[in-house]
């Protein structure tokens, strides 16, 4: 099992749709949870940090960490068609401690 | 700010052959990652660097690879002889923390 599980998808949404993307961890010693956006041909692009259990919210885009259930969600509202990207979830111990253990990915493509 | 840079972008070479990958990291960030990303994969960590120390290299094929970072800075990653499975793409990210990593676009190596 790996230590940051994420469906690949492909996910296709109309323009406009809320986005929930999702991940589950197995090492309940990860204390930071990132969103990472990766457009084609690109290097991966922070885009959401949170640390331990919460929400964060960043425009219309919302970060929720539940370490009860070590479920990692990333919801994106009125989604728009330069949102199209795949998206990785990662984790780690936080600081000097540990590596980002980044998901799979998964595929998002938003249709005008 | 300049971003992580990379070079080449893209490398296309035959089985055993050597190639070699730069990085130049964000300025004063210490922490210095190589990941290797296969398609459709999230990206999976090589080395990691603390300045010019090699903290962890435990996920390195060490028969095959190798990896320096002189004087704490810019960093090269290199391959000999390359394996048709070596084709990925490699990517070079730094960190001020270890939290929050900023990555460069990578360099997309194919091996035929």
């Known amino acids: 099992q790996k230590e940051v599980e994420q469906d690949p998808g492909p996910l296709s949404v109309p323009e406009g749709a809320i986005v929930s993307l999702n991940c589950t961890y197995s090492?309940?010693?990860?204390?930071?949870f990132m969103w990472y956006r990766q457009y084609s041909r690109k290097g991966p692009e922070l885009l959401m940090y949170?640390?331990?259990?919460g929400n964060k919210e960043d425009g219309r885009f919302t970060a929720q960490v539940d370490k009860s259930s070590k479920y990692i969600s990333l919801f994106i509202r009125d989604s728009q068609p330069s949102d199209s990207a795949t998206y990785l979830c990662?984790?780690?111990?936080?600081?000097?401690?540990?590596?980002?253990?980044f998901g799979k990915g998964t595929k998002l493509s938003v249709k005008p | 700010e300049a971003g992580v840079v990379q070079s080449p972008r893209y490398k296309i070479i035959e089985k055993k052959q050597p190639v070699a990958f730069w990085c130049n990291p964000i300025?004063?960030?210490?922490?210095l990652y190589w990941y290797r990303q296969n398609l459709g994969q999230g990206p999976e960590l090589l080395i990691r660097?603390?300045?010019?120390?090699?903290?962890?290299d435990s996920q390195l094929p060490k028969d095959r690879f190798s990896a320096e970072r002189l004087k704490g800075v810019d960093s090269t990653l290199k391959i000999q002889p390359a394996e048709l499975g070596d084709s990925a793409v490699y990517l070079c990210?730094?960190?001020?923390?270890?939290?929050?990593?900023?990555f460069g676009s990578g360099t997309r190596l194919t091996v035929v």
């Open positions: 990662a984790a780690n111990y936080g600081g000097s401690q540990g590596n980002l253990i």
């Open positions: 090492n309940s010693a990860f204390q930071y």
């Open positions: 660097y603390e300045n010019e120390e090699a903290v962890d």
């Open positions: 990210a730094s960190s001020l923390d270890g939290r929050g990593y900023t």
């Open positions: 949170t640390y331990s259990s």
């Open positions: 300025s004063g960030h210490n922490t």
